[in-house]
């Protein structure tokens, strides 16, 4: 019998899990590898936003917001992942983005949840432009949430705004929250909004307990030397993300635990594990989604902890072949990758 992944209690010995799930993405990044170095070197968060993040999604587009996304599914299909949660920006290209990334990513058969992060840093009218894209988006049936940057660039009204508006649509908030030292106050400024339904995105700087699911990004907390969040010490579901590296959910898997067990050795795998399974909260099709590995005990966390180069040799979903031999089906890797190369030029080219 096929298991979802985890089977913590179980040790059984399959090449075959249900799909994985990234819980939070920035499948613009996909774009970033190999960008010109900032203006000055960044010696602390704020910085590494301000240099480059933040002017990176400014000089977004609508094919580069295409192409990024067509890259980032088809390499999260080629790990396995076949369900996205997806947290975006582009300042200079708002209205419609999401559906552009609804659609890219449907292309290569990857399932998303799509969010657009509203903030203040460009103004009152930015912030209302990026409510209404949540607000389009989802009242024209797109899945997703409503999307707020960071607690610390928006003003209490535009996180009153967003609140209301996801709760007006039935949906969670999905927000950066306490990641690094300038956003340590996110807890008090949100105490009175959250509500079980959001997505806690980081939560590193968090002071107080919050409602909500709170999506882990271990990776990008240590590039990004942040610190570690203690997800395991909090009682939220807690889910696992990127934050915007790639979407190999394994690999993050394995960091995540290394991570957990540098904390307290007395930390099992299965509580990793864990985290992996919470994901199907927003997508539990993906449960019944096929990924046939080059490792026959890729269901056993125990296992994948401790065994890397494990890689998707099959994917299949709604009785459709998606990859095959490594290889999505859809869609052309070679083409794929050769268009987000132009667009990464010509995004380079503007930073």
Known sequence: MHRS??????????AVTSGMVCSHHHLYSALARGMPAPPQQPTKFLEILEQVWWRLDVALDEEMIRWSAMLGAMEALQCGTTAIVDHHESPSCIEGSLSIIADACAEVGVRTNLA??????????GAARGLAENERFLRAGGRGMVGVHAAFTCSDDTLAGAAALAADLGVGVHIHVAEGPD????????????RDDWWLVH???LDRELPG???????????????????AARPNRVVLGTDGIGADMLEEARLAYVRLREDDVLASPDTVWGWLDNGYSLFPEAREDRVTWNYDHADSAWHVAFTPGVRALQVVADGEVLLRDGQPTRVAAAEVQAKAAEQAQRLFARL
Request: aromatic content about 6%; charged content about 15%.
């Open 5 to 14: 992944v985890p089977a913590a209690t179980v040790r059984s010995m399959s």
């Open 116 to 125: 657009y992060g509203v903030t203040d840093r460009h103004g009152p009218q």
């Open 183 to 194: 956003d340590a106050d996110a807890g008090q400024r949100l105490q009175a909004l959250a």
């Open 203 to 205: 939560c590193v700087y």
């Open 213 to 231: 699911t709170i999506a882990h990004n271990p990776r990008s907390n240590m590039n990004n030397s942040v610190g570690y969040a203690r997800p």
